[in-house]
């Protein structure tokens, strides 16, 4: 016990100290303080930026109200003719955001658009005033009574309503966190096996083998990387909690920053820890065996290349089929992959689509796999590390049997 704990103190001072990880967890408390003041600096550059102008120019007998487009985006006039080169100048010379022809065609009016890029919203908006304004002529030249006109132009009101007791944002949210927990197993799992393929090519390895088991070394190098990896992460949940409980930023309601601070409640926290530790801890005793099964540190890509294609394609499936569907049959199944779990379950308990019996199982599973690939590496990492040349394959197949 005492070896292994030597092992873990020296392993997590080290990575704690490098500056590599300073920076990352700079980073990390640099980006949750961008996520809260977002909304704040996106106010303050749209309070600077110039009023939208736009010009109409109506060739038809519509009576057309400036006052009538107040509601619109930005300051409207209404002209009866203009110089249409002259207006396409006043656009590329930013005089003028854009401007629309109103003509009389054959049996339809025809609007023509003039814009650098397309408004749709501000396009839309036009194009339904123009529309009333085309009925209430009609009405007023036939006498139609105002009360059906009122029905005519009786909107209809959409409202977008979520199929998950989530809101709207949470979808971003997910893509954040299933990113976060990608590049931290895939930075620090690499970390496990660069520190114990350096030690074996530096023959460190063969004085540290007679102080210290091969098994407590390995457990104590995955434990202290994970510790320092797990401080760093609770330091970036840790500064989202300081921002959100300070009260010095605006957050608007139903921004982006507000989806955060009723996602990721206390017990969503929890859950992300866990699920981030038995993550790393999936793929760490992989990311062990690969370190001590190479020669040299300049090996290391090509033989950790399966683990990050069997990582890269878990997020690709997280992607592609379980964010789409978080109720689906694949969703159901990847819950119980110990490669894809951590990331399936997280997306699931986000959107309130898994229960608590499930996700006891899949826990289990996943604790169940780390015992399996900590037996294995038990098993390779002594017989491994000693070796000053790379193991085969078929090496390591035979010290599992």
Do not use: C, H
Request: net charge negative.
């Amino acid at each position: 016990m005492r070896n292994f704990s030597i092992v873990f103190n020296t392993v997590f001072k080290e990575a704690v100290k490098t500056k590599a990880y300073l920076y990352m967890t700079i980073g990390l408390v640099a980006l949750s303080l961008l996520l809260f003041a977002s909304p704040t600096i996106m106010k303050f550059f749209n309070t600077d930026s110039p009023d939208e102008t736009y010009k109409i120019v109506n060739q038809t007998s519509l009576d057309l109200s400036e006052k009538e487009l107040t509601g619109l985006a930005g300051s409207w006039t209404i002209v009866d003719e203009a110089n249409i080169e002259d207006l396409k100048e006043d656009i590329k010379a930013k005089e003028l955001t854009g401007f629309f022809v109103l003509e009389d065609q054959t049996n339809l009016m025809q609007l023509n658009v003039y814009m650098p890029k397309v408004n749709n919203e501000v396009l839309l908006t036009l194009e339904s005033y123009i529309k009333q304004k085309k009925v209430a002529s009609i009405v007023a030249t036939q006498s139609i009574d105002t009360g059906v006109l009122q029905e005519l132009n009786t909107p209809v009101q959409s409202n977008v309503q979520s199929l998950y007791e989530t809101e709207p944002n949470a979808m971003l949210i997910v893509y954040g966190l299933i990113t976060i927990m990608f590049l931290a197993i895939s930075i620090y799992g690499n970390n496990v096996a660069t520190a114990i393929a350096s030690e074996k090519s530096s023959r460190v390895m063969e004085v540290m083998i007679t102080k210290v088991a091969p098994v407590p070394m390995m457990y104590g190098k995955i434990l202290g990387i994970g510790l320092a990896s797990l401080a760093q992460l609770f330091i970036f949940m840790g500064a989202l909690l300081l921002w959100a409980n300070l009260g010095i930023f605006d957050i608007p309601e139903g921004s982006l920053v507000q989806t955060v601070m009723e996602t990721i409640t206390w017990g969503t926290a929890g859950y992300i820890l866990i699920l981030f530790i038995i993550g790393y801890f999936i793929y760490a005793t992989l990311f062990a065996i690969v370190g001590s099964m190479i020669s040299r540190p300049d090996d290391l890509a090509s033989a950790s290349m399966p683990i990050m294609i069997l990582l890269m394609a878990s997020l690709a499936v997280e992607m592609i089929f379980v964010m789409d569907s978080p109720e689906g049959t694949m969703t159901n199944i990847t819950s119980y992959i110990p490669f894809t779990a951590p990331m399936s379950v997280l997306i699931r308990i986000v959107y309130n689509t898994i229960s608590p019996i499930e996700i006891v199982v899949s826990l289990l599973v996943m604790i169940s796999f780390i015992a399996l690939f900590a037996a294995m590496a038990a098993k390779i990492y002594p017989k491994g590390v000693l070796k000053s040349d790379s193991l085969t394959f078929k090496q390591l197949i035979q010290f599992n049997r």
